[in-house]
């Protein structure tokens, strides 16, 4: 089992910036993919972007791309996401996730961190 604890939301002017972090217990991230998704209120959770276990394979949602960067540290068990040029419509509950595989769908990551809210006002 994978245990993940995600940190660093918070209240933020539009255009402003913020860094979550995913902190992982119980097994190393070394073997996982990590995901962050992200759902707003009364919508679907959506992919927001994904890293592979190297790092060398990255994946964003079109929304995000250009603002935030997806980013690891295996040796800290640990995943980040630095958004910056926030938006009011980036406002929402933001999940990490990991699983071995790869995939942009919720269904496809076995573990998830209980989520931290990010509020863009504008």
């Known amino acids: 089992q994978v245990q993940l604890v995600e940190s660093g939301g918070g209240l933020v002017q539009a255009g402003g910036s913020l860094r979550l972090s995913c902190a992982a217990s119980?097994?190393?991230?070394?073997?996982?993919?990590m995901g962050w998704f992200r759902q707003a209120p009364g919508k679907e959770r959506e992919f927001v972007a994904a890293i592979n276990w190297r790092g060398g394979s990255i994946n964003y949602a079109d929304s995000v791309k250009g603002r935030f960067t997806v980013s690891r540290d295996n040796a800290k068990n640990m995943a980040f996401l630095q958004m910056n040029s926030l938006k009011p419509e980036d406002t929402a509950v933001y999940y990490c996730a990991a699983d071995r595989g790869w995939s942009t769908l919720e269904y496809g990551w076995s573990y998830w961190g209980q989520g931290t809210q990010v509020t863009v006002s504008s």
């Open positions: 119980g097994r190393t991230l070394s073997p996982y993919s």
